[in-house]
C-alpha cells in the first residue's frame, strides 16, 4: 500500500467514549496543577494547558493612523480584498514576506458582547476552553453580571471544565450536558437580555445537526447572537456538497490523491477541507441550515468568513458565521 492510498482511506467519525477519554486526561492535568499550583490564576493555566489567544481589538488601528505605513498596509490588504475600513484581517509578515493574519477568534467573540449581555453560551463546548479565555478577557468586574454556559456532549468535558471554574472560584459557570442531535437548551428560558451563543469546532463533528435548535434559539425571550466558527467553509462549494451527500466514496478518495498538487491554489484547500470532512463524516448540514433561516428572516446574517484561519490543522480550517436572530419574526418551525 502506498502513502497516497493510506492517505485516501475513510477512518469515520470520532466516538463519544474516545473524545471522553481525551477530555478526561485534560481533566486530571487540570486537577494536577490545580493542586500543586493552587495560586495560579486561571490564564496561566489555560496558556499551559492549550492557549491563551486573546490578541489586539483593530490591528489595524496601528496603520490607519500612522501615515508612513499606511500606505504599504493597505497595499498588502488589497492584494486579498480587504480595507482598513474592517478589523478582521489586518498586515503581517511571515517567512520574510507580507501576507496577512486574521483578528483572533476569541477577541471576535468578545466583541460580540454588548453591555446587556447576561449569559455566554457555548455548545459543544468540551473542557470549555473558549469560554475560560473570554472570561479572562473579560474580566471578573464585568463578569459578575454574566453567565458563563459550557453545554457538552461528554460527561468527561462537563467535569474538567467544572474544576478548573471551581479554581478560579468566582466565575459563574454552569456545565450542561448537550447533543446536537437531540438538543435542549431550556437552561437559558429564564434569561433576560442578551444572549451571546457560540460554536467552535464542535458541529464539525456531527454529521446531521437538528435544525430545530434554531426555533429554539429564536423561541427564548432574550435577544440573541449566535457565532459558529466551524470548518463547514468549503458547504458553499455546490459539487463538493452533493458529492458528500451522495455519499460519493470515489469521488472523494480521488480527491484525497490531489492533495498535495497545487498546493497554491484556492481550489486544492477547498477540496482538501471538504476531503477531512468526508474522511471523519463530518457536519453537513450548517450552510444550509443558515440558508434557510436567512431566507426565511429567522436570523440576519452580520458577518459571514470563509476559511480564514487554520488554528490546529490547515485541513481543517474554520470559518465565521455571525448571525443575529431577528426577535419576533414570524416563521415556519422547522421540520
Ligand atoms: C474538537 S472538540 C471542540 C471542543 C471545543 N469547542 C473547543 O474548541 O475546544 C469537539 C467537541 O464536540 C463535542 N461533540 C461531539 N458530538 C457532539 C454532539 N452530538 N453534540 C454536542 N457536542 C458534540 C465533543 O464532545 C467535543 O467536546
Redesign the pocket.
Known amino acids: 500500500m502506498t502513502a497516497v492510498d493510506l492517505i485516501v482511506k475513510k477512518a469515520g467519525a470520532r466516538t463519544?467514549k474516545s473524545?471522553g477519554t481525551a477530555?478526561g486526561k485534560i481533566g486530571d492535568k487540570i486537577d494536577k496543577i490545580s493542586s500543586a499550583r493552587p495560586d495560579d490564576h486561571i490564564s496561566t493555566i489555560l496558556a499551559e494547558m492549550r492557549e491563551l489567544d486573546i490578541g489586539r481589538p483593530d490591528p489595524n488601528s496601528f496603520y490607519r493612523k500612522r501615515e508612513l505605513v499606511q500606505p504599504l498596509g493597505k497595499a498588502v490588504l488589497k492584494r486579498v480584498g480587504k480595507t482598513y475600513d474592517d478589523f478582521f484581517i489586518y498586515p503581517d509578515v511571515t517567512n520574510g514576506q507580507y501576507t496577512t493574519s486574521a483578528v483572533s477568534s476569541i477577541r471576535y467573540l468578545m466583541g460580540c458582547v454588548r453591555d446587556d449581555t447576561t449569559a455566554i453560551v457555548?455548545?459543544?463546548?468540551?473542557?470549555s476552553?473558549?469560554l475560560f479565555q473570554i472570561y479572562v478577557g473579560l474580566g471578573q468586574t464585568r463578569s459578575k453580571t454574566i453567565d458563563y454556559h459550557g453545554a457538552?456532549?461528554?460527561d468527561e468535558?462537563q467535569a474538567a471544565a467544572r474544576r478548573l471554574a471551581a479554581h478560579d472560584g468566582k466565575i459563574n459557570y454552569h456545565a450542561h450536558s448537550?447533543?446536537?442531535?437531540n438538543p435542549d437548551i431550556s437552561f437559558l428560558n429564564d434569561v433576560k437580555g442578551h444572549i451571546l451563543v457560540f460554536?467552535?469546532?464542535?458541529i464539525?463533528?456531527?454529521d446531521v445537526i437538528d435544525p430545530r435548535l434554531y426555533d429554539m434559539l429564536a423561541a427564548l425571550d432574550a435577544e440573541v447572537t449566535l457565532v459558529h466558527i466551524e470548518p463547514t467553509g468549503w458547504q458553499r462549494d455546490k459539487t463538493l456538497l452533493y458529492r458528500r451527500k451522495a455519499k460519493d466514496n470515489r469521488f472523494f478518495e480521488d480527491i484525497g490523491g490531489l492533495m498535495l498538487s497545487e498546493v497554491s491554489s484556492r481550489r486544492r484547500q477547498l477540496e482538501n477541507a471538504a476531503w477531512w470532512s468526508w474522511r471523519l463524516d463530518y457536519n453537513l448540514n450548517l450552510s444550509t441550515i443558515i440558508g434557510q433561516a436567512s431566507k426565511k428572516g429567522q436570523i440576519r446574517i452580520v458577518r459571514r468568513e470563509y476559511d480564514y484561519v487554520a488554528a490546529a490543522n490547515i485541513l481543517n480550517p474554520s470559518s465565521l458565521y455571525h448571525l443575529e436572530f431577528v426577535r419576533g419574526a414570524a416563521v415556519e418551525p422547522t421540520t
Open positions: 463519544k473524545q477530555w457555548e455548545l459543544g463546548s468540551g473542557w476552553v473558549n457538552e456532549y461528554t468535558g448537550f447533543d446536537y442531535r460554536t467552535r469546532h464542535s464539525e463533528q456531527v
